[in-house]
C-alpha cells in the first residue's frame, strides 16, 4: 500500500511469456513466431588428460566440424551444483552392511574424504548440448505475413510446423552426430519428455522435479502441452 492509499498491484511476468515457448512435440520445441529448435545433448572430452598429439587432433577436427557447416548452430552449457547427499548416505549403508573389518574401514575412509571434498569444494556438473534453429522464416510466406495480419498467433497450423521442421532440422541433426563422432564425442538427440525437464530445471530450479510430465500437470509454463494442439 502506498503513503497515499494507492495499492500497490505487482508486476508478474510468467515464464511462458519470457521464453515464448507454445508446444513441445516430436521432439522439437516450437515458439511463439512459429521457430523451432532440435536439442542435441553431447558427452564431453577430458581434454586436459589428452596427449599434446590428441589434443592437437580434436582441435583440428574440431575446427573442421565447425567449418563445414552450412547452416547456424548455437551451443549451450549448463552448469549446475552437484547434490551427492544420495551417494554419501549408500555409502553410510553400504559400511554398515559390511562385515570385512578392512573393507569397512576403508568405505568409511572413503565416504569421509569425499564428504570432506565435498564440503570444500563445489561439486559441479556440467552438461553440453547443440541447439538447431528453425527459423518462421523457412515456412514460407503465410497471408499473416504478407500481409500484416495479426501479430500474436502461429503463421501455420501446429501440424505442419512440425513436418516442416522436422524435414530441415533432421538432416542437420544427422551431419553434427557423424562430425563429432569423429572428435570422439557421442551426440544424441532430446526427447519432447528430455526436453520438458531441461526447461523446467533451467526455469524452475527450486522446484521439485515432476516425475512424469502431460499435458495437463507437472508443466513448465500454464498453458504449455506436449503435443496438446494443432
Known amino acids: ?17 519470457f521464453i515464448e515457448i507454445v508446444d513441445i512435440d516430436h521432439d522439437i520445441a516450437m515458439f511463439a513466431d512459429g521457430a523451432c529448435a532440435m536439442v542435441v545433448a553431447t558427452t564431453a572430452v577430458n581434454f586436459g588428460l589428452l596427449s599434446e598429439k590428441e589434443q592437437e587432433a580434436i582441435i583440428y577436427a574440431y575446427a573442421g566440424l565447425l567449418n563445414s557447416l ?12 552437484k547434490d551427492i547427499s544420495s551417494y554419501l548416505k549408500l ?4 559400511e554398515i552392511k559390511q562385515q570385512s573389518p578392512k573393507l569397512k574401514k576403508s568405505i568409511h ?5 569425499v564428504a570432506a571434498t565435498v564440503k570444500d569444494n563445489d561439486v559441479l556438473d556440467k552438461k553440453f548440448y547443440i541447439v538447431l534453429p528453425f527459423s518462421y522464416l523457412e515456412l514460407g510466406s503465410s497471408a499473416q505475413v ?17 513436418e516442416r521442421a522436422l524435414m530441415l532440422l533432421a538432416p542437420k541433426r544427422d551431419h553434427i552426430i557423424r562430425l563429432l563422432s569423429r572428435v ?4 544424441t538427440q532430446l526427447t519432447s519428455e528430455q526436453l520438458m525437464k ?26 504449455l502441452t506436449l503435443g496438446g494442439g494443432k
Open 91 to 94: 555409502l553410510e549403508d553400504q
Open 146 to 162: 504478407l500481409f500484416g495480419g495479426k501479430k500474436r498467433g502461429l503463421p501455420y497450423p501446429k501440424t505442419y510446423i512440425y
Open 198 to 223: 531441461l526447461f523446467f530445471a533451467t526455469y524452475n530450479p527450486t522446484q521439485q522435479m515432476p516425475e512424469q510430465f502431460s499435458t495437463t500437470d507437472a508443466v513448465l509454463m500454464p498453458n
Open 184 to 187: 570422439g564425442v557421442k551426440a
Open 109 to 113: 575412509d572413503y565416504r569421509l574424504f
Open 1 to 17: 500500500m502506498k503513503p497515499n492509499g494507492q495499492q500497490i498491484i505487482p508486476i508478474r511476468s510468467s515464464t511462458q511469456r
Open 70 to 81: 552450412s547452416f547456424p548452430i548455437q551451443i549451450l552449457i549448463r552448469t549446475q551444483h
